[in-house]
């Protein structure tokens, strides 16, 4: 397997974003030969994602996917052009220093980038992204809307749904099966605490459960003490908990539990892990959430998929490892029908053309770039991670 990890570049992003015009027409990667490719091997892909920072243990899980998928398409012989080879750049949890790496990578010929699990790095790697025909940006698994709208060259994916999609079934699971009358809502500061309380507010709003407070809190917080005395006061039957990544629910959980918390619990979607389960232990038991991946899923892709990564990293896989394997994996897949590495509308086109049959189950874009496939509302039952509907 190759795969190569080292430090992005010091320094703020901030003077980047002043010389934005610059940046993609003076590293134009299409003629660049280190960028490998159709007859240049090795055919690089570059990763931008959370290695340190508060979202370093859902970076990981990512990487693992990623490095699993390299493995396994170098194994079935690569791709147009040669073997797969990941080069990674931290990103850190910050957008500024994302647009860093981003620099870092295209500054190397690098046309593929993949990766990112906060929204707002998401959003502004787009923005480079966005008019450059040469590149190609899979956006793992942030889950906000705005990089694939008004595109220019079809150029940027998303695997992960947004909140919008995912509570289309959760959030009316939530109303229609769970029924609590009143929900006291936690959310992380930024754009995904506040797009999921869109999406709650969207989708309760007439006959759904009456949202009686918002708590809001600082990506990286431990302590939720104080948070959880104003919830108490709430008196809400549920209360449903929203950040990006894994970390900053199981402090969460496990304060409530030890605080007496009582009601019903719910997590946000992509959140809920075997790894949390292991760490949060009973904290976590009867807690409710959503996803669109669960290791038990009885496909041959998924058995595959589980007992490979089970034999790699020894334990099992979650969503987060899953899009980081899918990044991977789809554009392989997309490379390989569209016969090439380095032309990027070929490779775009055939992502599109057709649904894939992954680990989590068929999945598609839909014209904006977005992946669509099945909601799993899930359960922590016992320890494990019960697909409920």
């Not at 990027?344 to 992954?358: D, M, R, T």
Request: hydrophobic share 40%; proline share 5%; charged share 20%.
């Amino acid at each position: 397997m190759l795969a190569r990890t080292r430090n992005s570049i010091g320094g703020r992003a901030a003077a980047l974003v002043t010389a934005a015009a610059l940046l993609l027409s003076a590293c134009s990667s299409g003629d660049d030969p280190s960028a490998g490719g159709d007859g240049g091997g090795p055919v690089r892909i570059g990763a931008i994602m959370s290695l340190s920072g508060p979202l370093a243990e859902s970076g990981k899980e990512m990487q693992q996917g990623f490095d699993l998928a390299v493995e396994q398409v170098n194994a079935d012989g690569g791709v147009p052009g040669g073997q797969l080879e990941m080069v990674y750049e931290d990103d850190k949890s910050n957008p500024e220093q994302a647009v860093v790496a981003l620099r870092s990578l295209t500054d190397e010929g690098i046309q593929v980038i993949s990766g990112t699990l906060i929204s707002p790095a998401a959003v502004a790697l787009a923005t480079f992204v966005r008019p450059d025909p040469d590149l190609l940006y899979v956006i793992s698994s942030a889950a906000t809307p705005v990089p694939l709208q008004d595109q220019e060259h079809g150029n940027i994916f998303g695997l992960s749904m947004t909140n919008a999609m995912f509570g289309k079934t959760y959030h009316a699971y939530i109303a229609d099966s769970l029924q609590p009358a009143t929900v006291a809502v936690v959310a992380a500061t930024g754009e995904y605490g506040d797009n999921e309380i869109a999406a709650l507010e969207s989708n309760w709003g007439s006959g759904g459960p009456e949202i009686v407070g918002i708590e809001r809190f600082e990506l990286g917080s431990t302590d939720f003490s104080s948070t959880i005395a104003s919830l108490r006061s709430l008196g809400a039957d549920a209360v449903y908990f929203a950040a990006g990544g894994t970390a900053p629910h199981i402090p969460f959980f496990r304060q409530a539990a030890e605080q007496g918390l009582d009601g019903l619990k719910m997590m946000n979607p992509l959140s809920m892990s075997p790894q949390m389960l292991t760490e949060s232990g009973a904290a976590l038991e009867g807690v409710y959430g959503a996803d669109l991946y669960n290791a038990g899923l009885d496909t041959p892709e998924n058995r595959s998929f589980v007992e490979a990564y089970r034999s790699e990293y020894g334990e099992e896989p979650n969503s987060v490892a899953l899009l980081g394997y899918e990044s991977v994996w789809l554009v392989a897949q997309g490379m390989i029908s569209g016969d090439s590495s380095t032309d990027v509308a070929k490779i775009s086109a055939a992502l599109k053309a057709e649904p894939w049959n992954s680990p989590r189950g068929e999945v598609r874009f839909d014209e904006t770039g977005r992946a669509v496939s099945d909601v799993l509302v899930v359960r922590s039952q016992g320890g494990e991670i019960a697909v409920i509907e």
